[in-house]
């Protein structure tokens, strides 16, 4: 997602105390389309620099008062100053200069005299760098936020050093809080529970000779917290000819918690189930011959079993018992 | 670096040219249809600011001030150097050296020869003036 942030025209303070150097960076650059804020000095440098934010500064070195190395560092220490490029202008041959440019913090020098032709490539070659370069860094962000929510990381292993190098997200979920140290891959076995070590080495030992490994393992934290991780690993070859495996890891703690609940939720329904089937046949058999012998006996007494006047009397009593003993029974049938 | 139109100041100063033409072309490059002044103007600045340095100069020699020294020759051999005023940039790069490395009497003995050098690169840098107007 390559994209430059700065202004169409981008805007160049030129710091110099010589009048003429000013008035020949000036129309060097302006004629190849850039914008130019002129400053005398390096007070007056540092207040242009606050008031306009330019995208970059081309600095002289030899200056009254505050000269080009001081005024280096202090745009440095400024809000906005630490990463705009500054190129310094230096004599041809001046080494020393060239050296004290770059620890005040330069981005790169120029020499002097100035190549007016030359002039707005370096320019236009040093923003680019510094388009790059912010991209480079806004990637690197959005990628820790991404792993970061979704708890992936990524890795890399050396066979050879026998070290493990990862991002910041994996080292979290490793429990490392220094991602930036190479890990020995033995401290990171120690966190593999022993039943499984074997295969893990063997997937690895798979991974080196460039089979593609994919495989979910628990860890255990130095805090005793077990997580669990799902890594996906391949074989790959630096510039150097040296060969590594790497590939992305992921926390899957979370996942394999609720596979696990799910998996007790559902032994636990199957057996509760099964005694509810075992108690309804036996109740069901129990109950079969007394409720056959009430609904008998109620049918008697229904039909024969007192005068008139009881008939009527019981003949409701004796037909509800028998509708509360039929939808009993076929309530337990139905169970 | 022999593409490098001023690359005979530091490298290889030659005594016998006064002024470097490649320079003067070099400047005419960055000249344009509403910027057609650029040789002249810098010629103009130049030959403002020269006296100046030059003044500052003579009065570090008499104070034999070597801190003055430095800083005048150093603005004067940038300046010259933008007009391809070779032989004096050389010059002035040697004061320059002289006056930082504190050696005085040297410096101070060099100044004469500046000023001369000036004279000769102001009036072939006049004639250019002339040509360019």
Not at chain 2, 52 to 72: C, K, N, T
Request: proline fraction near 4%; glycine fraction near 4%.
């Amino acid at each position: 997602m390559p994209y430059s942030s700065r202004r169409s025209t981008p805007l160049i303070l030129v710091v110099d105390d010589d009048e003429m150097q000013r008035f020949l960076c000036r129309e060097a650059l302006e004629t190849s389309g850039f914008e130019i804020v002129e400053a005398s000095d390096g007070a007056a440098a540092l207040a242009a620099f606050g008031e306009v934010e330019p995208d970059l500064v081309l600095l002289d070195v030899v200056m009254p008062e505050i000269d080009g190395f001081a005024t280096c560092r202090a745009i440095r220490a400024l809000p906005n100053g630490s990463t705009t490029p500054i190129l310094m202008a230096t004599g041809l041959d001046d080494i020393q200069s060239i050296e004290l440019s770059y620890e005040a913090g330069a981005t790169d020098f120029i020499s002097k005299p100035i190549n007016w032709a030359l002039l707005p490539h370096r320019v236009r070659n040093a923003l680019r760098a510094d388009d790059l370069l912010n991209n480079f860094i806004l990637s690197e962000k959005m990628l820790a936020e991404a792993q970061r929510i979704a708890a992936v990381g990524n890795f890399r292993w050396s066979p050879t050093n026998r070290t493990i190098r990862w991002s910041v997200e994996a080292a979290r979920i490793f429990g490392d809080e220094n991602c930036s140290r190479p890990q020995s891959m033995r401290s990171i076995f120690r966190r593999i529970p022993v039943a499984e070590r074997a295969r893990v080495k063997r997937a690895f030992r798979q991974a080196r000779h460039g089979k593609v490994i994919e495989f979910d393992l628990p860890i255990v934290l130095p805090s005793d917290e077990t997580r669990y991780v799902s890594l996906r690993a391949e074989l790959a070859c630096a510039k150097n000819g040296e060969s590594f495996v790497h590939g992305p890891l992921q926390d899957i703690t979370d996942r394999k918690r609720i596979e696990l609940a799910l998996e007790v939720a559902r032994d636990e329904a199957q057996a509760a189930d099964t005694a509810k089937t075992a108690f309804l046949a036996a109740m069901s058999h129990e109950f079969r011959t007394p409720l056959n012998a009430i609904i008998g006996f109620a049918e008697l007494i229904a039909n024969q079993a007192f005068g008139q006047i009881a008939n009527e009397r019981y003949l409701a009593f004796s037909q509800n018992i028998i509708t509360r003993v039929s939808v009993c029974w076929t309530q337990l049938r139905m169970c | 670096v022999t593409d490098f139109p001023f690359a005979s100041v530091t490298l290889d100063p030659s005594p016998n040219d006064v002024l470097d033409e490649r320079v003067f072309a070099a400047l005419r490059q960055l000249q344009r249809a509403d910027r057609p002044d650029i040789v002249r103007r810098t010629i103009g600045l130049y030959l403002d600011s020269a006296p100046h340095l030059l003044e500052e100069l003579r009065e570090g020699a008499i104070s034999r001030d070597v801190a003055a020294l430095g800083r005048a020759s150093h603005t004067l051999k940038s300046n010259s150097a933008n007009v391809g005023a070779i032989r004096l940039a050389a010059r002035c790069n040697e004061l320059e050296t002289l006056a930082r490395s504190g050696m005085v009497a040297e410096a101070c003995a060099l100044v004469h020869g500046v000023i001369e050098d000036f004279s000769t690169a102001n009036a072939e840098l006049s004639e250019q003036l002339k040509k360019a107007a």
